[in-house]
Structure formats: structure tokens, C-alpha cells
């Protein structure tokens, strides 16, 4: 099938189509493209391409309108040389919720990075919700990790991004390797929010005061639209989790209040977590707190987080 049109907006420049073919070099290279639609009773998948290993389970409804889609990489890992593409779309009235049934693990390599570019547009009317799994990278991993979502000003969007560096639990610091990890959200054809992170294993950095404090998980969580109430409300909850590590900000879009006034924004929650497994249950509170608020959603947990 033919890109649908929504891969394409006037609020910015377009998200270029995957390439035909493998680029040149080592490793493997998988691309996926995903389209969402409004159907007549719930969101329907309405394109799916891709090439390599880089797969979609069939969808799901089991709250009706959304569109519960598990994404899969079956060799299970990625080494140095490696891409990842991921291309999704979501039209007008669409709602799609993705998520991945295990940790993302990138392992040492020699040499080469290891790609995995992801490429989200939300048409206006249309809601996201991107709650992927944890990237771990092994020590000696070398990553390049670029998240993009462009977003039409009435869309919704309620989105994370997990990363381990290393394996604290198995003695594993990440002494050695490179991570090279950018995200960027464009609201309406502005830049709300642009930032990289890169470090190398080893770097005081990881361990500093003034860095991830020996921390190895770090996440960051994105709601749009959001109010200074719902920021209110997600700094209230979490003070009350215990070792959280988190601070939260809200990045004002201006909106259609008297005189321009800025009515809502974007907002960014950040965490620090030394294990994996209490930065996924505060992510997921997280989530379960904001979805009523940002999408007028109970929350409605993809039952593959359950096995």
C-alpha cells in the first residue's frame, strides 16, 4: 500500500518515507511504516509496510475506539551496525496506542552504531499514546537513538521513553560504550521541545551530583495538551512514591484564550531510578494518573504488560 496522506502536514516538513532498500554496511535493517484511521466504530490499521525484522501483532480493541497495537523485533536484540526505522501516522479522530512486549536490549559491539530512528505525526483530532518498553544498553554498546514527534495543535499525545545504561543488577555500570539519544517535538509546526543527550561509559557524569547520581534508568514522559492543574495534579502524586527522582515542567503552547492568552502546553516529566522495575511501576502510575486528564480516558492497561 501507498503512504497514506497524513504522513504529510503543512505544519512542517514532511517525515521522509522509509528507503527501499538496505543501506550499505553491516548488520541488519528493518523498517516499519504504521497508518492509523478513524473507522466507523473504532481506529482501524489502516497501512502497514515493512521490511526486515520489525513486525506488528493485529491490532486490539479492548476499549472500544483505541487501537492497541504490540510491536515486535523478533531476533530480540540489536548489535552494532543495526537500524531501526519506525514511521507512524495517526489521522483525525484516530487513536492508537502502541507498546512493545519486552525490554529493547543493544549489545557490545566492536566497532559500528547501532540505529533506531522513530518517527511519529498526529493529525489534528488525532491522540498517540507511545509506551515502549525499556532500552537497555549493555556496556560496550555503541547507539544512536532519535525520537521525533510532530504534532497538529489539537492533537493528543501521551508518550515515554525508557533508558537503562547498563545492568546495575548484574555488576554491569556501563564502563564502556556510547549513547547518542536526541528527542524533538514539534507542536503546529513549533519547536517545543529539542534536546541530546550523549555520553560515553565511564563518564564521571553517570555517577556525578549533578548528573544521574549512580542512577543507571533514566525516562522521560510527554502529555500535550496540558494545564497547570494536570501539572499540579503529577507533582502531587509522585512526591508520595517513595525514592522517586523526578522533577516535572510545563512548556506553554499558545492557545485561543482572551488576547492569546497560553491555556495549555507540553508537559515533560522526568525521572532517575536506580532499577528498571520501580521506574516501570512509576511510569505506569504516572500514565494512569494522566490518561483521564490529557485524553478523557480511564486506564485501560495493554494486557501484554500483564505476562
Given at each position: 500500500m501507498s503512504s497514506l496522506p497524513f504522513f504529510r502536514s503543512e505544519a512542517g516538513p514532511p517525515i521522509p518515507s522509509l528507503p527501499e532498500q538496505q543501506p550499505a554496511g553491516q548488520g541488519w535493517y528493518a523498517r516499519l511504516e504504521l497508518g492509523f484511521e478513524a473507522g466507523p466504530d473504532c481506529t482501524v490499521l489502516r497501512h502497514r509496510r515493512h521490511a526486515g525484522p520489525l513486525r506488528v501483532q493485529r491490532p486490539f480493541h479492548p476499549e472500544g475506539v483505541p487501537c492497541h497495537t504490540y510491536l515486535l523485533h523478533p531476533p530480540g536484540g540489536v548489535v552494532g551496525g543495526d537500524r531501526l526505522d519506525l514511521e507512524v501516522g495517526v489521522a483525525g479522530g484516530g487513536h492508537a496506542l502502541l507498546t512493545t512486549p519486552a525490554a529493547a536490549k543493544f549489545y557490545r559491539s566492536a566497532g559500528p552504531l547501532a540505529h533506531q530512528r522513530q518517527s511519529f505525526r498526529v493529525?489534528?483530532?488525532?491522540?498517540?499514546?507511545?509506551l515502549p518498553a525499556l532500552n537497555i544498553l549493555h556496556g560496550g554498546a555503541?547507539?544512536?537513538l532519535r525520537n521525533r514527534f510532530e504534532l497538529a495543535p489539537d492533537a493528543r499525545l501521551l508518550a515515554w521513553d525508557l533508558l537503562?545504561?547498563?545492568?546495575?543488577?548484574?555488576?554491569?555500570g556501563f564502563e564502556s560504550g556510547h549513547c547518542d539519544s536526541s528527542l524533538q517535538v514539534r507542536i503546529g509546526g513549533r519547536a517545543l521541545l529539542a534536546e541530546r543527550l550523549r555520553t560515553d561509559g565511564g563518564d564521571p557524569m553517570l555517577k556525578a551530583a549533578w548528573g544521574l547520581q549512580g542512577r543507571?534508568?533514566?525516562?522521560?514522559l510527554l502529555a500535550?495538551?496540558?494545564?497547570?492543574?494536570?501539572?499540579?495534579?503529577?507533582?502531587?502524586?509522585?512526591?508520595?512514591?517513595?525514592?522517586?527522582?523526578f522533577g516535572c515542567t510545563l512548556l506553554p503552547v499558545p492557545g485561543p484564550g482572551p488576547q492569546g492568552q497560553t491555556l495549555t502546553g507540553l508537559l515533560v516529566c522526568r525521572w532517575l531510578a536506580a532499577a528498571g522495575e520501580a521506574l516501570w511501576e512509576?511510569?505506569?502510575e504516572a500514565w494512569a494518573l494522566l490518561r483521564p486528564l490529557v485524553l478523557g480516558r480511564e486506564p485501560?492497561?495493554?494486557?501484554?504488560?500483564?505476562t
Open positions: 493529525a489534528a483530532g488525532g491522540t498517540l499514546e507511545w555503541r547507539v544512536a537503562g545504561l547498563g545492568r546495575p543488577g548484574s555488576g554491569d543507571g534508568y533514566l525516562a522521560t500535550a495538551p496540558a494545564t497547570p492543574e494536570t501539572l499540579v495534579a503529577l507533582r502531587s502524586r509522585l512526591r508520595q512514591v517513595p525514592g522517586a527522582v512509576s511510569m505506569v485501560c492497561l495493554p494486557r501484554i504488560w500483564s
